[in-house]
C-alpha cells in the first residue's frame, strides 16, 4: 500500500498523469485496443506464420484489438515506453529497473491475473521485476543468448573465443549483435581467456575491467562482418551466407531456417548472456484493462508455450511445458534446471555500485552506451 | 495588340492605387497574408530548432535516460571534442563531398549534351528520363543498388554486380558513396541544365568567332557562368549526403555516418547527445551555404 501510495505520489510530480496510475484494484471492461512494445516473436497474429498465433484468440476473447511495436534493443524499448504511447512492454531485466527508476512503469496487482499462480516461484519477485516486495509485472521467459553458425562452414563452434579471435576461422563474416550490452558478451570471453582480471559477472566491470572488454571488441572489429540492431538484417544475412557466425536468438534461426539458411544454433561452453523479460504496464496507459487482460493471456499455459517455442526460451508459467507441440521442449531450454541458468547472466542494468557486491566503482550503464558510441562511431 | 493597349492603363491605375492611399490597407492585408506562414516558420522551424540547441545543453539522468533540467556542457564536449566522433563528422564530409563530385562529372556533360546538342524532341525525352527518377521512392532505389552491389549468392559468389562487370566494391562507404550519387543525381543536373539553357546562345558564338575552340569556350566562358548553378545543386547534393543515415543502413555494411551517431544517441536514449551531435551537421552547412553563397548560388532564386 505505502509503495502504491509512493507510487502514486512520484507520478503526481512528474506531471499527474491521471489517465493511468497506481496499481488497478479490479478490472473493468476492455478498451477495444491494446498497444504494446515487444521483442520480435513475442506478439504473433499469424502474419508471419499462420501455425503462430496467440493474438487472434485474444482478441476474440477479450475484444483487445493488439497492436504492436517491435523494440529491437532494451534501449529503444525504453525510448518508446517514455513516449507513453504504449500500454505495456516485454522488458528485459536492462530495461526492467530503468523503467521502474523512471516511472515509466507501475506495480501490478498480481491477484487480478489468475495465471499468475502457475508461474515458476523462481522467477517471481526477482531483482529486476519487482521493487520492495512488489510486483512490476508478471515473468514471460527466459533464455540465452546463442551462437547461430552456418553449418556448411564445418562443425559446430564451441567456444565464445571464435567471436573475437583475430584468427577465427570465420573472420570477415562474423555477426554482432549491435548494442551496449554486447560488451557483456566481451567481458564473458576475458573471464574465458584473462581469468587475471578477476571478473565475476559480466556487468559488474570496474574501470580495468571495463577497458579490457572494450579493447577485446576493438580487436574484434577486424573480424566482424556485420553488426545487427534490427533481428532482419542478420536474418538476411544468414540466408545470403554473407555472415557465417554470430551472436542470435532463437527465432531468428527459426525464420532464416525457414527460408532454407543452412545454420544451426548452440550454446557455447563458457557461459552466455541471456534475458528473464517481464510483461510490465505503463503508468501512462491508456488502456490499462485490455493490458492486464493481455498480461493474464501472455503467461496462460497456452500462449506461453507458443512464444516459448517460437522465440525458443523457457517458459515462465509451468503448465506450458505439457502443451509445447515438441515434447522436449523444456527439457532443451531447461525450463526448471535453475543449475543451468546459474551460468547464464541474464541482462541487467550496470550501475556504478557494483552488482557483484565488490566494494570498488564500476562503470555504470551511461558509460557503457558512451564507449559503445564511440566503438561504432 | 488592342486588348493589350485597352489593359495597361488600368494596371496602372491599379498599381497606383496600391502604391498610394491604400497603403495602410494592403500593409494590413499584406501582414494578414503573411502572418500565418510566418507563424509557422518561427514556431515549428526556427522554435523547433532552437529547441534543439537547447535540449543539447540538458543533462541526462543517468539510469533512466531522461533529460533534466539542469543544465551542463558535457554534451558539447563529448560531441565536439572526442577524436572518434571528430573522425567520423571527416569521414562523413568526405562522403558528402565524394557524392557530390560524382553528381557534377556525370551531370555536366549530361547536361551539356541535353541542353545544346540534343534536338528538340530527343531533349524532351531525356528530360522527361532524368527527372523521371524523382518520382520514385528513395527506398526503392535504395534497396535496388543493395541489390546489385550485395555480395550474397543468389547471383553466384560475389553478388550481381561482381559478375556482372567483374568489380563490386560490396558493402561500405564505397557503396554509400555511389549509392548517395545515384540517389541525388538529378538534383545535381536540372540546375545546371537550366542554366545552361538559360545561357545566351550569342556568347558561345562570340566566343568562337574569337577562335575559341570547344573546350576553351567551355573552360573560360561556359563554366565561369553555370558556377552559381553547379553551386546550387551542390547544395542539395551536400546537404542530402551529410544528413542520409537510411543509405548507411542499407548499404553500409558496418559504415557509420554522422546521421548514424544521432539515431543511436537518440535510442540509447540520450536525446542531449543526439541534440548535441546535430549542432555538426547544422554547423557544416551553414558554412557550406556561407561558401556557396559567395559562389553565386542564390542568385538565381
Known amino acids: 500500500m505505502a509503495v502504491a501510495l509512493l507510487g502514486a505520489v512520484a507520478l503526481g510530480a512528474c506531471g499527474g498523469d491521471d489517465d493511468g496510475g497506481a496499481m488497478l484494484d479490479e478490472l473493468g471492461e476492455g478498451e477495444g485496443a491494446v498497444n504494446l512494445v ?53 522488458a528485459s531485466g536492462d530495461a526492467t529497473l530503468r523503467l521502474i527508476a523512471g516511472d515509466d512503469v507501475v506495480p501490478v496487482n498480481t491477484d487480478l491475473i489468475p495465471n499468475y499462480a502457475d508461474v515458476f516461484e523462481g522467477l517471481k519477485n526477482k531483482l529486476w521485476n519487482s521493487a520492495d516486495g512488489v510486483a512490476y509485472g508478471v515473468p514471460h521467459g527466459r533464455g540465452a543468448n546463442l551462437l547461430v553458425y552456418n553449418t556448411d562452414a564445418g562443425a559446430a563452434p564451441s567456444s565464445i573465443v571464435d567471436m573475437f579471435s ?55 572489429k577486424s573480424v566482424v562482418g556485420q553488426y545487427w540492431a534490427l533481428y532482419t538484417d542478420q536474418q538476411a544475412a544468414l540466408e545470403k551466407g554473407t555472415v557465417t557466425l554470430g551472436t542470435t536468438w532463437q527465432v531468428i534461426v527459426n525464420l532464416a531456417k525457414a527460408n532454407g539458411a543452412k545454420i544451426d544454433s548452440t550454446l557455447h561452453n563458457e557461459g552466455a548472456t541471456g534475458w528473464s523479460d517481464t510483461w510490465m504496464i505503463s503508468s501512462k496507459a491508456k488502456h490499462p484493462n485490455c493490458a492486464y487482460k493481455w498480461l493474464n493471456h501472455i503467461i496462460s499455459p497456452k500462449a506461453n508455450a507458443g512464444v516459448a517455442e517460437w522465440f525458443g526460451e523457457a517458459p515462465s508459467n509451468s503448465k506450458s511445458c505439457a ?54 562511431a | 495588340m488592342g486588348e493589350r493597349l485597352e489593359q495597361a492603363p488600368r494596371v496602372a491605375e491599379s498599381n497606383r492605387v496600391n502604391a498610394g492611399r491604400g497603403r495602410p490597407r494592403s500593409a494590413f492585408a499584406l501582414w494578414g497574408l503573411l502572418s500565418a506562414p510566418l507563424a509557422w516558420l518561427l514556431v515549428v522551424y526556427v522554435g523547433s530548432l532552437a529547441l534543439l540547441v537547447v535540449s543539447a545543453f540538458f543533462k541526462l539522468d543517468d539510469f533512466t535516460g531522461k533529460p ?10 563529448e560531441a565536439f571534442t572526442q577524436s572518434e566522433y571528430v573522425s567520423l563528422v571527416a569521414r562523413s564530409v568526405a562522403v558528402a563531398i565524394a557524392a557530390t563530385v560524382i553528381c557534377f562529372l556525370l551531370a555536366m556533360p549530361t547536361a551539356l549534351y541535353i541542353a545544346r546538342l ?23 532505389k535504395a534497396f535496388a543498388l543493395r541489390a546489385v552491389l550485395e555480395p550474397g549468392s543468389e547471383y ?13 566494391p560490396g558493402f561500405g562507404y564505397t557503396a554509400v558513396v555511389l549509392t548517395l550519387a545515384y540517389l541525388w543525381f538529378p538534383y545535381m543536373l536540372l540546375p545546371i541544365y537550366a542554366g545552361l539553357e538559360r545561357m545566351p546562345s550569342s556568347l558561345l558564338d562570340a566566343s568562337a568567332d574569337l577562335g575559341a575552340g570547344s573546350l576553351r569556350t567551355f573552360r573560360l566562358v561556359m563554366l565561369p557562368l553555370l558556377i552559381p548553378s553547379i553551386a546550387a545543386g551542390s547544395i542539395f ?65
Open chain 2, 68 to 77: 533534466t533540467t539542469d543544465l551542463t556542457g558535457s554534451n558539447l564536449v
Open chain 2, 118 to 140: 540534343a534536338s528538340r524532341r530527343t531533349r524532351r525525352g531525356l528530360v522527361v528520363a532524368l527527372i523521371l527518377p524523382l518520382w520514385t521512392g528513395y527506398l526503392v
Open chain 1, 166 to 220: 583475430p584468427d577465427s576461422p570465420y573472420a570477415g563474416k562474423i555477426s554482432v549483435y549491435d548494442s551496449p550490452i554486447y560488451i557483456a558478451d566481451a567481458a564473458i570471453y576475458l573471464m574465458a581467456t584473462q581469468p587475471d582480471l578477476g571478473i565475476t559477472n559480466p556487468y559488474a566491470l570496474d574501470q580495468t575491467q571495463f577497458d579490457a572488454a572494450i579493447a577485446a571488441l576493438e580487436t574484434q
Open chain 2, 237 to 301: 547534393t551536400f546537404s542530402l549526403s551529410l544528413g542520409d543515415y537510411i543509405t548507411v543502413k542499407i548499404v553500409g555494411g558496418t559504415a557509420q555516418l554522422i546521421g548514424n551517431i544521432i539515431e543511436r544517441a537518440l535510442l540509447a536514449p540520450n536525446q542531449p547527445l543526439a541534440a548535441a551531435f546535430t549542432l555538426w551537421p547544422m554547423l557544416i552547412m551553414v558554412a557550406y551555404l556561407a561558401v556557396m553563397g559567395r559562389a553565386g548560388a542564390f542568385k538565381n532564386l
Open chain 1, 38 to 90: 515487444a521483442w520480435a516473436g513475442y506478439v504473433e497474429d499469424g502474419s508471419t506464420d499462420p501455425n503462430v498465433d496467440w493474438v487472434s484468440d485474444f482478441e476474440a476473447e477479450t475484444g483487445c484489438e493488439v497492436n504492436v511495436k517491435i523494440g529491437n534493443s532494451s534501449d529503444e524499448m525504453v525510448e518508446l515506453m517514455q513516449s507513453g504511447e504504449y500500454d505495456a512492454v516485454s
Open chain 2, 156 to 168: 553466384g559468389e560475389g553478388g550481381f554486380m561482381k559478375n556482372l562487370v567483374g568489380w563490386s
Open chain 1, 323 to 376: 502443451l509445447t507441440a515438441d515434447p522436449n521442449h523444456c527439457a532443451t531450454f531447461h525450463a526448471e534446471d535453475e543449475d543451468y541458468f546459474s551460468k547464464v547472466y541474464y541482462w541487467t542494468t550496470p550501475t556504478k555500485e557494483c552488482l557483484d557486491g565488490r566494494d570498488v566503482e564500476c562503470v555504470p550503464y551511461s558509460e557503457w552506451v558512451n564507449a559503445w558510441n564511440k566503438l561504432r
